[in-house]
């Protein structure tokens, strides 16, 4: 889909991929422009050879752990596009985009991986989208502790409209509880650090067990 394009005399382009990167961009900004507008957020691209390796690396609190990575599309205040250099804070952040072409197990690990990164650098309560802009759209967020293990929580759309509406939904919304299209109820969305805190590490339950076991509902 997003690979390569079709010239006027019906000849296959292959594009490169940061011109990839750029289509799919603006297919999600176009979706959501009026949103992002509303609320003063941006749509940010993160690429290569600007700090990008690192832009997710945070040390997990009261933990030898140390969580290293980057992500394709940040949603965040749109301040960033007038100072680059308010990128590192992450103002207002809302919601980070891992794009792949095939979803895999390995890429929830990711995403998971990204959504704890982003919670423990932002202020309030985030989410993660892992998509491949077609029929996998899959939302995942730090939800309440579960037979005492902190719980990473997922539900994966299947229909692109949807999912563009979820998101428009999750952006105009304040505070920790927020009441989704698609979603049978209304999400709480914890801190991950309020979690560990209550629930401790003691039984080797937590962060590395988060990564690795995700509650995930299908909603198409």
């Keep these: 889909m997003w690979g390569c394009i079709v010239d006027e005399r019906g000849q296959k382009i292959k ?45 997990v609190p009261g933990h030898d752990i140390k969580l290293a990575g980057r992500t394709d599309m940040i949603i965040l205040s749109d301040q960033v596009l007038e100072n680059r250099l308010e990128l590192e804070m992450l103002p207002d952040v ?20 990204e959504l704890i990164a982003l919670d423990i650098m932002a202020a309030e309560p985030v989410m993660a989208l892992l998509t491949d802009l ?24 299947c229909d692109p409209s949807k999912a563009f509406a979820v998101i428009k939904t999750l952006l105009a919304s304040a505070g920790a509880v927020v009441s989704l299209p698609c979603f049978q109820e209304p999400i709480k969305r914890l801190k991950i650090s309020g979690v560990l805190a209550s629930i401790g590490e003691g039984g080797g339950t937590g962060i590395r067990e988060s ?6 509902s299908p909603v198409c």
Excluded at 33 to 39: E, I, R, Y
Excluded at 94 to 113: D, F, G
Excluded at 137 to 152: E, H, K, L, S
């Design 94 to 113: 809302r919601l980070i985009i891992e794009v792949k072409q095939k979803v895999e197990r390995r890429s929830v690990s990711q995403a998971v991986s």
């Design 15 to 59: 594009l490169t991929e940061e011109q990839q990167r750029e289509r799919y961009r603006e297919y999600v900004k176009v979706n959501i422009g009026d949103t992002l507008a509303k609320n003063k957020l941006c749509v940010y691209g993160v690429d290569k050879g600007e700090g990008a390796e690192d832009i997710l690396s945070a040390d």
């Design 211 to 216: 990564i690795d076991d995700t509650m995930t």
């Design 134 to 157: 077609q029929k996998h759209w899959q939302f995942f967020w730090v939800a309440d502790p579960t037979n005492n293990r902190g719980t990473i929580e997922s539900v994966t759309i």
